[in-house]
């Protein structure tokens, strides 16, 4: 059970639209669509943004969507604003009931 | 809302265990799955297990012969313990609870503040 693999860091300016990857195998991300992102600002608990790939839980902007093709799943994040500056970690199902996350990416609101 | 509170010492001694626990408020325990994951300072996070109500358990293979979880649904309450801990396993541990309105495979949702724990003689 390896940690999926994310970009360490991504950057855009405010109303721009980034996009941040996050690659597992056919025994996680490609095998299941139970993948969640999750933002986590300094000292803080991460928060859920996004579950199943694609859903979101109420009180999340539409700003922030979710995507997978294959073996990566993909977080994007349009009409950016400073606040959105974050860690971000994706998770996802490994089977077995096991879970794997990946490895975090810093995104910087320049 | 649904609230989650870890509690336990924040320094270990290697060799010895880490024990944790979270307790839930603002809703039920029961009925839902709870995990522990852990991150170390400046990485990512890894999930260690999680406990159904009815105390069943799931553990990350590479940590299963050191984690013991336990549940206790009359105190909204579930428990940590790993043993013969080392300095590899200082980070902040979390609890979270699985995605309430998902399958049992969906990732988690609610999660505590989280607590330091330093190995550490």
């Known amino acids: 059970q390896s940690a999926l693999t994310q970009p360490h860091s991504v950057s855009g300016s405010p109303g721009q639209s980034v996009t941040i990857s996050c690659t597992g195998t056919?025994?996680?991300?490609?095998?299941?669509?139970?993948v969640a992102w999750y933002q986590q600002h300094p000292g803080k608990a991460p928060k859920l943004m996004i579950y199943?790939?694609?859903k979101r839980p109420s009180g999340v902007p539409d700003r922030f969507s979710g995507s997978k093709s294959g073996n990566t799943a993909s977080l994007t994040i349009s009409g950016l604003q400073a606040e959105d500056e974050a860690d971000y970690h994706c998770?996802?199902?490994?089977?077995?009931?096991?879970?794997?996350f990946g490895g975090g990416t810093k995104l910087t609101v320049l | 809302q649904v609230q989650l509170q870890e509690s336990g010492p924040g320094l270990v001694k290697p060799s010895e265990t880490l024990s944790l626990t979270c307790t839930v408020s603002?809703?039920?325990?029961?009925?839902?799955?709870w995990s522990w994951i852990r991150q170390p300072a400046g990485k990512g996070l890894e999930w260690i297990g999680r406990?159904?109500?009815?105390?069943?358990?799931d553990y990350n293979p590479s940590l299963k012969s050191r984690v013991t979880m336990s549940i206790d649904t009359s105190k909204n309450q579930f428990s940590l313990k790993l043993n013969s801990v080392t300095a590899a396993d200082t980070a902040v541990y979390y609890c979270?609870?699985?995605?309430?309105?998902?399958?049992?495979?969906?990732?988690?949702?609610?999660w505590g503040q989280g607590t330091l724990v330093t190995v550490s003689s």
């Open positions: 199943d790939v694609s």
């Open positions: 406990i159904y109500t009815s105390g069943s358990t």
């Open positions: 979270a609870r699985g995605v309430a309105a998902a399958s049992t495979k969906s990732c988690f949702d609610f």
């Open positions: 998770c996802s199902y490994a089977g077995s009931y096991t879970w794997v």
């Open positions: 056919g025994s996680d991300v490609g095998g299941y669509n139970y």
């Open positions: 603002g809703g039920s325990i029961s009925g839902y799955s």
